[in-house]
């Protein structure tokens, strides 16, 4: 049979390789509102208290001492060890542990965890560098964006092919804010997201597994090496994002091209990053944030017949174990998130711990959750009634979750759960002085005061 070398239709596709590329290395300093650079601010904060929290996990054991075969030369920190490796070593580490806890930033619109690859990669050059925390400050937004911007590009199709969107555009994000570190002019920056387009990282299938965090932090090594190519002259594409057969064309039928350059300059995605008070998918927070409020009205576990859950249906695809068997698989659990919520008013890490989710009273709560696809609800919304064995019916309906951009979570409470993933890791005293530290990230003149207090 003979193949098809038809090339695919252009569809007027703009230089957006090109486009970007001028953006990152040309836009000025601050070239924003003080708004937005306050979220950046709590993008990194929320960030590095992520990844300090989980670098006791097995994952990021496993991770290190598969470094460790390569004897890396110690050149940047792991959040919350006392390891120093390579460069992109770190950025891998630090992005897995980042995503690891399901506790990361999401930029709701294409539900990419945008700062697990851009940061992790930012934060390994600068203190490799010795660059101050200004420049990473400018790059973390200038990275954000990028990542974001062609996440809306294809964003859902893209998704619902099967890719992890925070991997195959996080690469993307990362090149361009180490290309703008490394001061790279237009041209190298276009090389640099060109070769990065060769490497989208991440299958939805791993959803559930270890292999998941590795997406952000392949992502972010991925996108640091491809700066670091693209500065010594290597070459790639210069329409390896736009070309019929470039990266938007391939891994999505989707191609919004207008959403890359919208409003560029002006318009910040991070300005639309949220923060999360639940460590788990972000589709299980409203259904969470409304069994939360059953038990502040007073419903308590021994009082239910049932909990009557109604949801968008992507809620139950992406989240519908009905019997995790540990905290790993607890976190893809609507009916674990909905267990929690109504007996400890809450869900942070401790909450999927494995002794947690197999705990007897969780196991039998959580199977009187009778859940129900329901496609007028919005997949940011949650109807929740609990049943109880009275007679008596108690209603919720959540429209919008604490931590979304409609109730964001409080500088307040993002220092509160810093504090919670980290002072286990790190102690309180670093604890207290790396917080200060994030928030003065934008004035510090060089990023090894903060990374060695990162260190236990």
């Known amino acids: 049979m003979a193949r098809n070398t038809q090339v695919p239709a252009e569809h007027d596709a703009p230089p957006i390789t090109k486009i970007l590329a001028g953006y990152v290395a040309s836009h000025p300093s601050r070239g924003w509102s003080d708004a937005v650079d306050h979220e950046a601010h709590r993008t990194f904060l929320n960030w590095l208290g992520c990844a300090v929290g989980a670098a006791r996990h097995e994952a990021a054991d496993a991770a290190l001492a598969a470094i460790a075969e390569l004897q890396p030369a110690p050149q940047a920190t792991v959040a919350g060890r006392s390891e120093r490796v390579d460069m992109a070593s770190a950025a891998l580490v630090n992005g897995i542990t980042s995503h690891t806890f399901d506790f990361d930033d999401t930029h709701l619109k294409t539900i990419i965890h945008p700062a697990g690859p851009v940061a992790s990669a930012l934060l390994a050059l600068a203190e490799h560098k010795g660059l101050d925390g200004r420049e990473v400050v400018d790059a973390l937004v200038l990275g954000i964006d990028v990542a974001c911007r062609l996440g809306n590009l294809v964003y859902p199709e893209h998704y619902d092919r099967g890719w992890h969107i925070t991997g195959t555009t996080g690469m993307l994000g990362a090149a361009a804010g180490c290309a703008r570190l490394l001061k790279l002019d237009a041209q190298r920056t276009q090389m640099a997201l060109g070769i990065a387009a060769s490497q989208p990282i991440g299958l939805r299938e791993q959803f559930g597994t270890m292999t998941k965090p590795f997406h952000p ?31 938007a064309q391939v891994v999505s039928t989707k191609t919004a091209w207008n959403e890359a350059t919208d409003e560029l300059g002006e318009r910040f995605e991070i300005s639309f990053n949220s923060y999360k008070p639940f460590a788990c998918g972000i589709v299980i927070h409203p259904s969470i944030d409304a069994c939360v409020q059953l038990r502040e009205r007073g419903v308590r576990a021994e009082q239910v017949e049932r909990i009557e859950l109604r949801v968008h249906s992507l809620v139950l695809e992406l989240t519908g174990k009905k019997e995790p068997a540990d905290g790993l698989e607890g976190k893809f659990s609507v009916y674990h998130g909905c267990a929690a919520g109504l007996i400890f008013g809450r869900a942070g890490e401790p909450e999927y711990e494995d002794a947690i989710v197999n705990r007897p009273d969780m196991v039998a709560l959580r199977r009187k959750v009778v859940a129900t696809v329901d496609d007028s609800i919005d997949e940011a919304s949650a109807d929740v009634t609990a049943v109880l064995t009275d007679g008596r019916q108690v209603h919720v309906f959540v429209e919008h979750a604490i931590g979304s951009l409609q109730r964001p979570m409080t500088d307040a409470m993002l220092e509160g759960k810093f504090t919670q993933l980290a002072q286990p890791v790190i102690g309180a005293e670093r604890t207290r002085g790396l917080i200060e530290a994030c928030w003065g990230l934008g004035r510090a003149p060089d990023l090894r005061a903060l990374t060695a207090l990162a260190r236990p």
């Open 217 to 247: 932090g392949g992502a972010a090594r991925a996108g640091l090496m491809s700066a670091l190519l693209a500065a010594q002259g290597f070459t790639a594409s210069p329409r390896a994002l736009e070309a019929p057969r470039g990266w």
